[in-house]
């Protein structure tokens, strides 16, 4: 058997979607079972997301603090943001996210893996970019506005954030999920062998 998730579609008998929101919305789905009896499914349609573990020279990542009103916390996060424009590509998406968020820019792009969030009620998707290479972007900073007027920044070592994952005090997904890539890559065959960042994205197809 090999270990590998596979596409897979089961008949859809009926969808509608009783909200849509700015940026998301939320269809259920009359999805055909197994055993030919037809089950409803509410989820949130996302257009997907990208972020960035952007790695300095010091083994230090760039963290961003912002506020989460679902979560009703204050949350240390890797930059990230949407993919507004469809189609987009998601490197583009994850340079201008780490330029607004931080006014960094990376030489060196890799991908350091792909998630869906939370498949059971999300279609979200992320890719997260490993970067490293990094240095102060040009120009004006760029302007923030709502949540992130209020953001924090911090550089922390490595072995620091994998110690707060391992004790529950940090807790976005796209921070535990991308130390602990790296990590792991580290441990393997290194990070020169990660993907490149232009490789496929079956989850949010692309145009280079």
């Keep these: 058997m090999t270990i590998k998730d596979t596409p897979e579609e089961w008949e859809i008998r009926a969808t509608k979607t009783p909200f849509v929101g700015n ?7 009359d999805v055909v079972m197994p055993d030919g009896s037809v089950v409803g499914r509410d989820y949130q349609v996302h257009p997907g997301s990208v972020a960035v573990l952007a790695l300095d020279d010091e083994d230090r ?5 912002q506020y ?12 990230a943001g949407l993919l507004d424009i469809p189609g987009e ?24 893996t792909d998630v869906y969030t939370t498949p059971g009620g999300c ?14 972007a040009e120009g004006e900073r760029f302007e923030v506005e709502d949540e ?19 004790a529950g005090e940090l807790h976005n997904n796209c921070l535990v999920v991308g130390v602990l ?28």
């Design 181 to 208: 890539s790296l990590v792991a890559a580290r441990s393997g065959d290194g990070l020169d062998a990660l993907r490149p960042a232009g490789a496929p994205w079956p989850a949010r197809p692309f145009e280079s």
């Design 148 to 166: 992130e007027a209020d953001m924090e920044h911090a550089r922390v070592p490595v072995d620091e954030l994998v110690r707060g994952v391992l």
């Design 123 to 136: 279609d979200e998707a992320v890719r997260v970019f490993l970067a490293r290479s990094l240095s102060e």
């Design 23 to 29: 940026k998301t919305s939320v269809r259920t789905d």
């Design 89 to 112: 590509n998601p490197l583009h998406a994850a340079q201008r996210e780490l330029y607004e968020e931080a006014h960094v820019k990376a030489e060196d792009w890799r991908v350091l």
């Design 68 to 79: 989460r009103h679902p979560v009703r916390h204050k949350l240390w996060e890797i930059p």
């Design 61 to 65: 990542v760039l963290l961003i603090r």
